[in-house]
């Protein structure tokens, strides 16, 4: 068996992504620095499609949010 194109397993996340609720959706994005980058592609593409304001968490923003002192 061969394995998909980085483009072929965008796709098929996308697919996954379709199917997922509004809500469902958030949730992956709270762990979006866990996302492989076909992933996060697919997400941030079906979260613009679908007009939602939810933000995909970033290894950078996670990194900087875990070193900020309060």
Do not use: C, W
């Amino acid at each position: 068996m061969t394995m998909p194109t980085p483009e072929e397993e965008r796709i098929r996340i996308a697919g996954v992504y379709s199917a997922m609720s509004d809500e469902e959706l958030g949730q992956i994005a709270e762990s979006g620095d866990e996302l492989s980058d076909a992933a996060r592609e697919a997400l941030q593409a079906e979260v613009a499609r679908r007009g939602l304001n939810i933000e995909i968490l970033h290894l950078a923003a996670k990194t900087f949010l875990s070193s900020t002192k309060l």
